[in-house]
């Protein structure tokens, strides 16, 4: 059946690949060969970046790259709660797998907010020098104070955002394994206004795994679906809704 325009601009390149991670939990291997089976599919359109942490890229086999090519390259998102300091690594496995690989995001979680604005500068500075170029995206960690922490995050993004040009973007956590590690329904609308509000971009990620919201008997919560999380940030921007309304 063909896909629809809408469809097609809904999904496209929506969902990134993290089988290394719950609930999966898959080794290096398994999770590498399902990726490069999405990336030559019919479905490859809605697939998007292979999610790894950069400790775990010597774990890749170099017989498994065989798989990627310069037409269907591995196209990652590296995580890394210091950028800075592990680059070596990331640029020794590009180099090892030139025209087989792309960096293409970094994912990191803000552990200072206090030196927060001068880490956005030095990560630029750091993809000026090393002629660079990925989409960042933050995310702040649980705490009673989160949403206060979520807001002054967004607006030091929007401020190095609107300084330099750039298009760093905010992380939101939508779940886990287990019940507690699902936000209220109200911090997402929280953080989708707020994001609305300064222009940014956002990725949403962990427990959405489903596309409709649900009781998954195995985390004993509802677990939120990709439709109604995009889908709400869609018409939040799309027609300005209030933080009542959008919950």
């Known amino acids: 059946m ?13 969902i990134d690949y ?18 490069a089976e999405y990336i030559i599919s019919t479905d490859k359109w809605i697939m998007s970046q292979f999610i790894v942490p950069v400790s775990r890229l010597h774990e890749i086999p170099t017989d498994l790259m065989e798989t990627f090519s310069e037409d269907f390259p591995l196209t990652l998102s590296i995580i890394s709660a210091d950028i800075i300091n592990e680059i070596d690594m990331v640029n020794h496995f590009l180099d090892t797998h030139q025209n087989k690989t792309i960096f293409s995001g970094y994912e990191s979680r803000i552990s200072d907010l206090s030196t927060f604005s001068q880490n956005l500068l030095d990560v630029r500075q750091l993809c000026n020098n090393q002629k660079l170029n990925f989409n960042s995206f933050y995310e702040v960690s649980p705490s009673n104070n989160w949403v206060s922490e979520m807001n002054e995050t967004v ?11 750039a298009n760093v973007g905010f992380k939101l956590r939508c779940g886990g394994v287990e019940a507690q590690m699902f936000p209220a329904a109200e911090n997402i609308a929280h953080t989708i206004l707020a994001c609305r509000n300064a222009n940014l971009s956002m990725k ?16 004993k919560t509802k677990m939120y679906g990709f439709f109604n999380i995009f889908i709400g940030g869609m018409v939040a921007h799309k027609y300005n809704l209030e933080l009542d309304v959008l919950i």
């Open 204 to 219: 949403f990620t962990a427990g959405l795994h489903h596309p409709v919201r649900h009781y998954n008997e195995s985390v």
């Open 18 to 35: 993290a089988g290394l991670f719950p609930p999966s939990k898959l080794e290096i291997r398994p999770s590498l060969k399902k990726y």
């Open 155 to 165: 607006s030091k993004i929007s401020a190095f955002n609107t300084e330099y040009k």
């Open 2 to 14: 063909p896909i629809s325009t809408s469809l097609h601009h809904f999904l496209d390149k929506l």
